[in-house]
């Protein structure tokens, strides 16, 4: 059988996270491995529009799974969103004989993929974002990193709080997901979580925390999720919340947030590994003659969904789902997305009771 791929393209967009470049690399290595040259583009779709690539060597990949960030860099591309963009993007693949990219990043990465796809350039996508907040797969590339980021600063405040008898409220990134921040509030035993997917009233946890002052608590961490709405309408709101704490509770209250720290550093096993795994599938899966897929974890295993699902299924869970995104599915399709939206959810709520239970 004629070998259908010469040559294939690899970008990283949108924010970055901890473990895309193991992910570039584990994709130029599998595809250098099968005879099948590679061509990397720099700053996402903005590379293809205006072409900025480079042929890779494994030499190109070398020493940078262990590094935080991308090499390809991230950028947004605005005139990507247009026609005109497009049909750049679709010459420059022409131009440089690209016969199907593998594009590393969030869902707006996966709807640049959808739009290569429809024109004629094979794409499988690749879930990289700390956020954990896509839908289609139970892990993104970046999300343990991220955590572990977040443990460690958490913890080094935990210890002075100690030491002061302090509280420190910290904001935690993770966009409208309260993935990283119930993950991270768990493992560092926070004095209280507010996220997004769970409803909370700021005075029953100020009570709660004056309670367990009476039992002699010396540290308080609180952990907010940068996505709850009372932070979406005013930004400041974890700073207030801070001084309406320390009023309430009479403890001294200090405010941290982290932000962008939590999407450096090197990347975890974790991330590593998965990184590896999906690059070396979504080659696979490309050289196949596949494409307009993401590599996800479902059940634990690494796993294919069609991209265009993936897309539906995430707007229905984010509630951004528009008029007739649903019609090409089936009343049985349609309950079974309901139906796996419902799990994610319950996952999460559930996390949050831990938590919840371990405070009290
Ligand atoms: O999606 C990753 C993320 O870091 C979110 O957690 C955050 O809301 C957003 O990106 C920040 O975006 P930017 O890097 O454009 O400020």
Not at 31 to 39: P, R
Not at 99 to 108: K, Y
Not at 155 to 165: G, N
Request: charged content about 30%; glycine content about 8%; hydrophobic content about 40%.
């Amino acid at each position: 059988m004629a070998k259908k791929f010469r040559r294939i393209g690899v970008l990283t967009s949108g924010g970055d996270a901890p473990g895309m470049n193991a992910a570039l690399r584990a994709v130029t290595r599998a595809a250098l491995a099968k005879d099948v040259e590679v061509m990397g583009i720099y700053k996402g779709y903005k590379g293809l529009v205006h072409p900025q690539l480079k042929r890779f060597t494994a030499r190109d990949v070398s020493n940078i799974i262990s590094r935080g960030g991308t090499a390809l860099y991230s950028d947004r591309c605005h005139e990507f969103k247009e026609e005109e963009g497009m049909q750049k993007a679709i010459q420059t693949c022409r131009e440089n004989e690209i016969d199907g990219i593998i594009a590393i990043g969030g869902d707006g990465t996966f709807r640049g993929a959808t739009d290569l796809s429809i024109r004629g350039i094979p794409t499988i996508g690749i879930p990289a974002t700390i956020d954990n907040d896509i839908a289609s797969t139970e892990y993104t590339i970046g999300f343990d990193t991220a955590v572990n980021t977040a443990i460690n600063l958490i913890d080094r405040l935990r210890d002075t709080c100690e030491s002061h008898a302090r509280c420190n409220v910290v904001e935690i990134m993770g966009r409208n997901a309260g993935w990283v921040t119930v993950e991270a509030g768990i493992a560092t035993g926070a004095s209280a979580i507010i996220i997004n997917e769970v409803e909370f009233d700021e005075d029953k946890v100020i009570s709660q925390i004056i309670e367990s002052k009476k039992n002699n608590k010396r540290n308080f961490i609180v952990c907010i999720a940068e996505g709850v709405p009372a932070l979406l309408k005013d930004p400041q709101y974890s700073e207030k919340f801070a001084k309406r704490f320390q009023e309430k509770t009479g403890i001294e209250t200090k405010f941290v947030r982290p932000a962008h720290v939590l999407r450096g550093g090197d990347p975890s096993l974790r991330d590593r590994m998965i990184a590896t795994q999906m690059g070396s599938e979504a080659v696979r899966l490309l050289l196949e003659g596949k494409s307009d897929l993401v590599v996800g974890v479902r059940d634990g295993n690494i796993t294919p969904t069609d991209i265009n699902y993936a897309l539906k299924l995430d707007r229905m869970y984010k509630g951004t789902l528009a008029e007739g995104d649903l019609d090409s599915y089936t009343a049985e399709q349609v309950a079974e997305m309901k139906a796996y939206c419902e799990k994610r959810r319950e996952k999460i709520r559930n996390l949050y009771q831990i938590a919840y239970e371990m405070a009290h």
